[in-house]
C-alpha cells in the first residue's frame, strides 16, 4: 500500500503553475498524491497526470472567523475520509485552515510552505508598533504561531525565514527551499528579438504587484520602447486594476496588453527586459527566475523575495518600492547599454541553473516527506 500525500493550496491554476511538477516528482517516488482545492479551470490538468482531486471552496482574502471555522470543519471532514499520512499546505491561509484541521482529523505529519508573507506584512508599519495593519498583524501572528506549532517549515527567503523565527518557530523545523524552482530545460537563453526594445511585466494585474508604476514609467520612457503587460485583472483582490484602466492604458498608448498567457518561455522571448516593480511581499517570483533562465535582464524591487532573485549589478537592477521615478531611470539604463543587459542575462542564467533549478527544490522538498513504517517494514533513516 503506498503512503498517501496530500497537497492543500487555494486554487487549482496556482498548482499546476507552481506545485504540479513536485507532485510528478512525488507520485514518481512511490506516494499516493492527490490535491485538495478550489476547481475551477485546470483541476482536470491535474488529474490527467494521474492525481486525484478534491474540490474545496476557500475564501483566498476573507478573514471572517465563521468562515474561517467553516473551511477547517470541511476540510478535517476531507482529511478523515482521506487518511493521508503527510499533508503539504501552500500558502498563508492553507496553512492555518489545513493546520487546524489536521489537528480535529488527528493528521500526524504536516509541512507548512510559507510561499511569501501577503499584503498584511506589505504594509511598512511593523508588527510591534502597530499602524494600520498592526492589529491585523499581531492578529494573524497569533494564529500563524499555533498553526506552525509542529511539522516542518518551508520559507522562500532569509527575510520570511527571520520573521517565521520570530513568531517561535524552532529554526531546526525551518527549510529555506527558494520558490517553486525553474525548469532551466523548458526556459531556455534566447536571442533578444530585432526591433524596439520590448519590457515586459507578467503578472496578476495588482496594484501591491507594482502596475501604477509600471505605467508611469512606460509614460516617462515612451517612445523608447515597448511596454507590455501579460496577465489578467485578479476578480475578487480589492488590489486589482480594473478592465476600464487597462483599456484607458491602451487607448492612451501608455502600455499593450497581451491578456494571460500561457506560454510564458516565448512570452519572454520577445522581451529584451523584464519588470516587477513589486511591493507585495512575496516569496520568491516565479517570473523573476523564468526570466532569469531565459538570459532576461531583470528590473525589480529591493523587497524580501524580489532581492533574493535579482542582486543589483548582478543579473539585474533594484529600485525602492512604489518609486516609479527610479524605476524609469533603471530601465532606461538597461534600455542604453545592451552589452550591460546582455552580461546580466547571461548571468541571471547562471544562476537559474546553479540556485534556481526545479531539480534542486524538488530534491530538497521530497526529503521532508517523512515516510511511515507499515506492518512489517524497517524504517530505514
Partial sequence: MKPHLVYLVTEDWYFVSHRLV??????????????????TQAWHEIEAAGIAVVPLAMDRRGLNPYGLAREVVALARIYRRLRPDVVHHVALRPVVVGSLAARLARVSRVISAIAGLGYVWTERSSLVSGGSFGWLRLTLGGVLRLALARGAVIVQNPDDLEAVAALGVARQRLHLIPGAGVDVSRFTHQPEPDGMPVVLMASRLLRDKGVAEFVAAARALRGRARFVLAGAPDEGNPASVTADELAAWVREGAIDWWGSRANMPEVLSQAHIVCLPSSYREGLPKVLLEAMACGRACVTTDTPGCRDAVRHGDNGLLVP??????????????????????????????????????????????????????????EVR
Fill in 321 to 378: 518600492e512604489r518609486d516609479a521615478e527610479a524605476l524609469a531611470a533603471a530601465i532606461g539604463v538597461l534600455l542604453e547599454n545592451a552589452p550591460m543587459r546582455h552580461k546580466m542575462g547571461a548571468r541571471g542564467r547562471e544562476r537559474a541553473i546553479a540556485e534556481f533549478s526545479t531539480d534542486r527544490v524538488i530534491t530538497a522538498t521530497l526529503a521532508l516527506y517523512p515516510r511511515p513504517v507499515r506492518s512489517g517494514e524497517t
Fill in 22 to 39: 513536485l507532485a510528478e516528482a512525488a507520485r514518481a517516488a512511490g506516494w499516493e498524491v492527490t490535491v485538495v482545492t478550489r476547481c
